[in-house]
């Protein structure tokens, strides 16, 4: 059961973290409150500002 719970909880980091990499608390940060505070920190990167949508031209610039 534990183990289940774990598996769970990397997979949801994960699907966050990717949904964080566009927002200004990043993937890493995203991933890290997800796994440690559950549906706490899906709503906190939920609420995190959207980087710009000209962020990927000024990077590539």
Same mark, same amino acid.
């Given at each position: 059961?534990?183990? %289940?719970?774990?598996?769970?909880?990397?997979?949801?980091? %994960?699907?966050?973290?990717?949904?964080?990499?566009?927002?200004?608390?990043?993937?890493?940060?995203? %991933?890290?409150?997800?796994?440690?505070?559950?549906?706490?920190?899906?709503?906190?990167?939920?609420?995190?500002?959207?980087?710009?949508?000209?962020?990927?031209?000024?990077?590539?610039?």
């Amino acid at each position: 059961m534990f183990i %289940a719970v774990i598996i769970v909880r990397i997979i949801l980091a %994960a699907v966050m973290a990717s949904v964080g990499e566009k927002r200004s608390c990043g993937s890493t940060w995203a %991933a890290v409150l997800t796994f440690f505070l559950g549906l706490i920190g899906i709503i906190i990167v939920f609420c995190c500002k959207k980087n710009d949508s000209n962020y990927d031209e000024i990077k590539e610039g």
